[in-house]
């Protein structure tokens, strides 16, 4: 029922459902008060309105964006509960007393702040609004750009201004209770100054110095720092902010490039959620100052999802343009008709070549390239035997499996997540399994934002998992090694508390005017973040055991990560069974569709050296019987050849194949400019007919 009441609420948690209730019983026992009239009740249904209300804020919560919509926003929250002082004074008979004449007053004119504070706030933050906001790119030495308001000012202003009537209300409800108007003036005063404070404090920034420079300035900044760096390859990438992992699996590749990476955004948001680069990063949300940047130098873009507003660069004819995508798997989106406006289309393996070549949608088989998948690097291949922690039966330790199940798309297919039909049976039957198996769970971050039904199964899958390592953990036949897990756990703490250090704090994270200044990499931090990122991932699964089932929510660990402590894999068609199968361990995908064994692996490569489930999971014993007895595994061989064609050969690496790839690719682009300027220069070029021209041969039209 509480899951029902979340999933309507659309809230994030149970504390914040909760929070919610508060919040709009508050008010109703706020009115109440002031009738009866109390004022020790109305203090306390003042406190949870402001606790909840506050609450709420800091999660970001949707219901307080939909409580705007319906005209019941923040300043109207405040204005009621004044209003309702306002009704418990003059129901204690305080309507004659100077008292009740100053609250109004007060109130009156604090309002009357909101006008001039919302405005200057507006104003600054629209001129620190920068056309283009960056990371790497040095742009504090060319020109000046201002610290923002100190203290936080700009951080959840009107928030923080409505906050101030906090003094007035505490003081006026001890003057009612005391019968003093002392108290309330004070209150009163206090309340007055600082909002009158918070305005003047604001006022120099909208003047002088405190300006930003303009935008046309910012672009020649950014234009001049372009022809100084350079760029020679592109990433350009556009999307929602839950779509940012689809340029971070790029980023490490980018930073391994032989020539010089650019890293090129076009929403605010994908930069808000960037993972931490050494590549310099220019994000630029309005296409017309795209297409007025200067990216002669670049001879190669890559382009990782296809979306509309690749068109901006995509008309740029001096470079070559690339669809590399964000993953490699056998569905439809892998062979977008789309792909024909690239150059190229770049590969891990064969298969990627196949698909379009079978799916022939106009890409030709001369425009495809095959490089492999650089960001497969860290994922550790199994020899045959599991080795250390995460044993099987060959060293008595419990082996471990990873559910890694995909979300459920957009179109209501059945086969694109096992969650529905299978994954309760899925789990189930890896927890009772004998020789007990230990289980991981990691959903994908999608999983339930389209289909409740994915997300109550997702719900019930947690429960199962939890509940059983609950029970593992009193179990005497799995002995932790107490003391390695203490020391682990303090492992975690120093590293995270270091990494939090080197990070800074969100008090250094600054406005955007600031970090497009200030975001300068310090390459002697970010290596040592990269380090103890390391050091963390190898801290943690000591300290969770190496048989306790673990459900793994969040962006730690990576899914790699839980890839290399892992024996075996059960998952859906996606890219992630393409990239386990770099491993080289066993593997089982659910045919949720119920296309048939045969079928099923001929519209799916990447599950042809897999054990094929159906909903029922009754073929999970074939995969912990590959994991126990390797040596008598009947598809190891079937595997190691599919894992090439999937992916490509081991040598050379990947990302060598791509740097070649890249080199190519710019060589060719280069002597197409050549040419080109060789042709204007001889006169032989020929002009392009003018849309007149072709408006008049169309016979369409007249």
């Known amino acids: 029922m509480i899951s029902t009441a979340i999933r309507v609420a659309r809230v994030g948690s149970a504390a914040e459902l909760a929070a919610a209730a508060l919040m709009m019983l508050g008010y109703p026992a706020l009115m109440l008060a002031a009738l009866i009239p109390s004022v020790p009740a109305f203090a306390a249904a003042t406190v949870v309105t402001y606790v909840a209300d506050h609450y709420l804020h800091r999660q970001a919560s949707y219901l307080i964006n939909r409580l705007s919509k319906v005209r019941a926003g923040l300043s109207i929250r405040f204005l009621i509960r004044q209003l309702l002082l306002i009704l418990l004074l003059a129901r204690m008979d305080l309507s004659d007393n100077l008292i009740f004449y100053g609250a109004i007053a007060c109130f009156i004119a604090f309002y009357g702040l909101q006008a001039p504070h919302g405005a200057v706030v507006t104003l600054i933050r629209n001129r620190r609004r920068m056309p283009v906001a960056t990371r790497n790119v040095d742009l504090g030495s060319r020109i000046h750009i201002p610290d923002a308001p100190k203290f936080g000012l700009l951080e959840r202003s009107a928030e923080k201004m409505l906050h101030l009537d906090l003094f007035a209300v505490v003081g006026l409800l001890i003057s009612a209770e005391l019968d003093s108007a002392v108290a309330g003036f004070i209150g009163i005063g206090i309340t007055l100054f600082l909002g009158t404070l918070y305005v003047v404090a ?102 990782a999802a296809n979306v509309g507003k690749n068109i901006h660069l995509l008309r740029v004819p001096t470079m070559k343009h690339v669809f590399i995508g964000h ?41 495809i390239v095959e490089v492999g998948r650089p960001q497969l690097a860290p994922i550790q291949t199994w020899q045959g035997v599991p080795e250390g922690p995460r044993g099987g039966a060959a060293d008595g330790r419990c082996p471990t499996v990873l559910y890694a199940p995909t979300w459920e798309g957009w179109d209501n297919d059945p086969g694109n997540t096992s969650l529905l039909l299978a994954g309760e049976n899925i789990v189930k039957k890896l927890l009772k399994a004998d020789p007990p198996v230990r289980v991981l769970y990691k959903p994908h971050p999608f999983t339930g934002t389209v289909s409740p039904a994915a997300g109550s199964a997702h719900r019930k899958i947690v429960a199962l998992v939890e509940k059983a390592a609950a029970q593992r953990a009193s179990d005497p036949r799995f002995q932790a090694d107490t003391a390695a897990q203490a020391k682990a756990k303090a492992d975690l703490a120093r590293i995270e508390a270091r990494i939090s250090e080197l990070s800074g704090g969100p008090a250094d994270k600054g406005d955007e005017a600031e970090l497009t200044r200030d975001g300068v990499v310090d390459l002697a931090k970010y290596e040592e973040i990269a380090r103890l990122r390391a050091e963390w991932n190898d801290a943690y699964w000591t300290s969770v055991g190496t048989f306790e089932h673990r459900v793994i929510a969040g962006a730690e660990p990576r899914l790699y990560d839980c890839f290399n402590v892992s024996d075996a894999m059960v998952s859906d068609i996606s890219s992630v069974v393409s990239d386990f199968i770099a491993s080289g361990k066993p593997y089982a995908v659910t045919d949720s569709a119920k296309l048939g064994v045969e079928e099923f692996k001929r519209q799916n490569t990447a599950v042809r050296a897999a054990v094929i489930l159906s909903n029922k999971a009754t073929e999970l014993g074939e995969l912990l019987a590959a994991v126990r007895t390797p040596d008598a595994d009947p598809m190891a061989e079937d ?64």
């Open 327 to 367: 993953g490699d798997s056998d569905k439809l989106a892998s062979v977008n008709p789309f792909s024909k406006v690239y150059d190229e289309v770049w590969t891990a393996g064969r298969a990627g070549r196949d698909r379009y070549a079978i799916a022939d949608v106009g890409v030709r088989d001369d425009d």
């Open 202 to 303: 604001l006022l120099p920034y909208i003047r002088g110095t405190k300006i930003p420079p303009t935008p046309e300035v910012i672009l020649e900044a950014v234009d001049d720092w372009l022809h100084e760096y350079k760029p020679q390859t592109v990433l350009c990438f556009s999307g929602s902010k839950d779509s940012a992992y689809q340029v971070n699996m790029w980023l490490e590749t980018m930073e391994q490039l032989d020539t010089r990476p650019l890293v090129l955004l076009r929403e605010r948001v994908i930069l808000q959620n960037l993972a931490p680069t050494k590549a310099p990063v220019i994000c630029v949300p309005g296409g017309v100052h795209l297409m007025n940047m200067d990216l002669s130098s670049v001879r190669v873009a890559l382009y």
């Open 639 to 702: 595997r190691k050849e599919l894992k090439e064609y999937l992916l490509g050969p081991d040598e050379p690496t990947s990302i060598e194949q791509f740097n070649t790839a890249v080199e190519n690719l710019a060589l060719k682009s280069e002597t197409r400019n050549v040419g080109q300027e060789r042709a204007a220069a001889s006169g032989d070029a020929v002009s392009p007919p003018s849309a007149e021209a072709h408006l008049s041969a169309d016979p369409t039209v007249g």
